[in-house]
Nanobody, 122 residues
Framework: VQLQAFGGGLVQAGGSLRLSCVVS????????MGWFRQSPGKERAFVAA????????YYAGSVKGRFTISRDNAKNTVYLQMNSLKPEDTAVYSC????????????????WGQGTLVTVSS
């Protein structure tokens, strides 16, 4: 299974970005998907997760109300819409796939993408 995340870039505070993560190599079916981020000197942190059904979504408190995770199973793609971005959102964002119905910790994910850098300027 390969995951490729893209859509990162430089944006001013208050702006928006949409990240995409395409899964290939195996059926997308049944995986829950998550987004994590890591800033220099910090541990990888949970951002958002969505089960295979897409029926529920889960967010870290720091992004709730600003970020939206969604998925298109027909396109094997999960998205992270990021609005009202803040400088503290600057990080490398990675997508991950899990066999679990839903997962919010890195150790519960089996497959990882390479990450895409998001930089928010003040």
């Amino acid at each position: 299974v390969q995951l490729q995340a893209f859509g990162g870039g430089l944006v001013q505070a208050g702006g928006s970005l949409r990240l995409s993560c395409v899964v290939s190599g195996r059926t997308f079916s049944g995986y829950s998907m998550g987004w994590f981020r890591q800033s220099p000197g910090k541990e990888r942190a949970f951002v958002a997760a969505i089960p295979w059904s897409g029926a529920n979504t889960y967010y870290a408190g720091s992004v709730k109300g600003r970020f939206t995770i969604s998925r298109d199973n027909a396109k094997n793609t999960v998205y992270l819409q990021m609005n009202s971005l803040k400088p503290e959102d600057t990080a490398v964002y990675s997508c991950a796939a899990s066999f679990r119905i839903i997962a919010t910790v890195p150790s519960d994910y089996e497959y990882w993408g390479q990450g895409t850098l998001v930089t928010v300027s003040s």
